[in-house]
C-alpha cells in the first residue's frame, strides 16, 4: 500500500516554462487537496477535489490549473512557471468529507523556478 | 490574516521531559483542530485531533487540550524522546477543508 504518491521529488525550471505535477493515491479516497509549503509559513490550499470531475479553487489558486478525471490522480498544473511559485508542494488526500479526519500526505515536490 | 497562529517558532526540550506545542485560532466555527508532525524531506504524518465539543484527547505519549473560551489548544508529549524532534503543525477543520499553522520546530536534547 503506497499511500499518496507524487513525482517528481524534485525539478528546477526556468521562468515561463510548464510542468505538471502527479499526485495519486491508492486508497480509493474521494477528497484530494494540493498544497504548498514556503519557508517559514503553513500549508496554503492551492486546489482541492471532492470526487473524479469534480474540483475547487483554494486560497491562492493563481497560476495553477488542476483536473480530476479518475479517483486515484489528481495531477496539478503550473502553465507560465514564475519564481513565486518556488515552493514545495504536498499532495494529500482523505476517504470522506467528514470533519476531523486526517489527510494522508505525500512526501512533496521541491519546485525551483530560475 | 491569519486564522491559525503558532507564534513559537522552535521550542527545545531535555529528553523525558514534558514538550508543550501551542496554538491559536481566530474563528469560532472550527469544528475539529489536528496536530501533524513532519520531519525533512517528508510529508505530514497525523498526529493526535481534538473535537470542538471536547476539551481533551489522549493517545499515548501525546495529549491536547482545547480551551475554547481563549481560542487556544495545546500539545502535550511526556516523557519526550529525541525521535519526537519535528515540526509540528496544528490545524484547523471547517467543513472538508484545513487551515494550517506555520508550526513549531521541536527539538528534543538527549
Known amino acids: 500500500n503506497a499511500g499518496v504518491t507524487q513525482t517528481p521529488k524534485f525539478r528546477i525550471l526556468k521562468i515561463g516554462q510548464s510542468m505538471t505535477l502527479q499526485c495519486a493515491q491508492d486508497?480509493?479516497?474521494?477528497?484530494m487537496y494540493w498544497y504548498r509549503q514556503d519557508p517559514g509559513m503553513g500549508l496554503k490550499l492551492i486546489y482541492y477535489?471532492?470526487?473524479?470531475?469534480?474540483?475547487d479553487k483554494g486560497e491562492v489558486p493563481n497560476g495553477y490549473n488542476v483536473s480530476r478525471s479518475t479517483t486515484e490522480d489528481f495531477p496539478l498544473r503550473l502553465e507560465l512557471a514564475a519564481p513565486s511559485q518556488t515552493s514545495v508542494y504536498f499532495c494529500?488526500?482523505?476517504?470522506?468529507?467528514?470533519?476531523?479526519?486526517?489527510?494522508?500526505f505525500g512526501d512533496g515536490t521541491r519546485l525551483s523556478i530560475l | 490574516d491569519q486564522q491559525v497562529k503558532q507564534n513559537s517558532p522552535s521550542l527545545s526540550v531535555q529528553e523525558g521531559r514534558i514538550s508543550i506545542l501551542n496554538c491559536d485560532y481566530t474563528n469560532s466555527m472550527f469544528d475539529y483542530f489536528l496536530w501533524y508532525k513532519k520531519y525533512p524531506a517528508e510529508g505530514p504524518t497525523f498526529l493526535i485531533s481534538?473535537?470542538?465539543?471536547?476539551d481533551k484527547n489522549e493517545d499515548g505519549r501525546f495529549t491536547v487540550f482545547l480551551n475554547k473560551s481563549a481560542k487556544h489548544l495545546s500539545l502535550h508529549i511526556v516523557p519526550s524522546q529525541p525521535g519526537d524532534s519535528a515540526v509540528y503543525f496544528c490545524?484547523?477543520?471547517?467543513?472538508?477543508?484545513?487551515?494550517f499553522g506555520t508550526g513549531t520546530r521541536l527539538k528534543v536534547l538527549a
Open positions: 486508497m480509493n479516497h474521494n477528497y
Open positions: 494529500a488526500s482523505k476517504m470522506t468529507g467528514l470533519d476531523g479526519q486526517p489527510q494522508h
Open positions: 481534538i473535537s470542538s465539543i471536547k
Open positions: 477535489s471532492v470526487g473524479a470531475g469534480i474540483t
Open positions: 490545524a484547523a477543520s471547517a467543513t472538508y477543508k484545513y487551515i
